[in-house]
T-cell receptor, first 113, second 113 residues
Framework: DVKVTQSSRYLVKRTGEKVFLECVQDMDHENMFWYRQDPGLGLRLIYFSYDVKMKEKGDIPEGYSVSREKKERFSLILESASTNQTSMYLC????????????FGPGTRLLVL | AQSVTQLDSQVPVFEEAPVELRCNYSSSVSVYLFWYVQYPNQGLQLLLKYLSGSTLVKGINGFEAEFNKSQTSFHLRKPSVHISDTAEYFCAVSKAAGNKLTFGGGTRVLVKP
């Protein structure tokens, strides 16, 4: 079974803090994704990576950065957390092409106070 | 750019009744279409996908969807729902030549006894 794990299920941070969200997959997938999930808006792509050290901006990259130093690990960084970044964050991975299924982690619910 | 509209944000349904969840998309290029399900407090998992060929696609847990190119729709159906089908359902589209998904806003299905 494909497994995508995220470092925390719940996280509470203060405004201005630097926040790291970690994601690890065990299926040797080339692609990894970070999404933000908000009620009524579905999932919106923040960043994705198609190879080690490679990244592309998604639809809402402002206020976020990412790091992919190893194929199995993809980190999302909030440089200075703000209250409007309170949300559910979902990581996913897949093989390279658009027809491939994305496999999701359980999500991290982040609250920024 | 492509977009996805899920026409119903919530669908209440009685157990053993049929359900249909509507999804329309817009894209100027060929696309792949997906339905994902998110059970409470979990990540998303694939229900089914349309890549090519037969327009009627069967997925897991008795769900099926029909691709209609002329109406740019990909509606999801189940003839008889169970309490365990209570979840949020997401329609998504990717370009045939790409590897990113665009999601709809989601439809919450509440199955009542």
């Amino acid at each position: 079974d494909v497994k995508v794990t995220q470092s925390s299920r719940y996280l509470v941070k203060r405004t201005g803090e630097k926040v790291f969200l970690e994601c690890v997959q065990d299926m040797d997938h080339e692609n990894m994704f970070w999404y933000r999930q908000d009620p009524g808006l579905g999932l919106r792509l923040i960043y994705f990576s198609y190879d080690v050290k490679m990244k592309e901006k998604g639809d809402i990259p402002e206020g976020y950065s990412v790091s992919r130093e190893k194929k199995e690990r993809f980190s999302l960084i909030l440089e200075s957390a703000s209250t409007n970044q309170t949300s559910m964050y979902l990581c996913a991975s897949s093989f390279r092409t658009g027809s491939e299924t994305q496999y999701f982690g359980p999500g991290t619910r982040l609250l920024v106070l | 750019a492509q977009s996805v509209t899920q026409l119903d944000s919530q669908v209440p349904v009685f157990e053993e009744a049929p359900v249909e969840l509507r999804c329309n998309y817009s894209s100027s290029v060929s696309v792949y279409l997906f339905w994902y399900v998110q059970y409470p407090n979990q990540g998303l998992q694939l229900l089914l996908k349309y890549l090519s060929g037969s327009t009627l696609v069967k997925g897991i847990n008795g769900f099926e969807a029909e691709f209609n190119k002329s109406q740019t729709s990909f509606h999801l159906r189940k003839p008889s729902v169970h309490i365990s089908d209570t979840a949020e359902y997401f329609c998504a589209v990717s370009k045939a030549a790409g590897n990113k998904l665009t999601f709809g806003g989601g439809t919450r299905v509440l199955v009542k006894p």
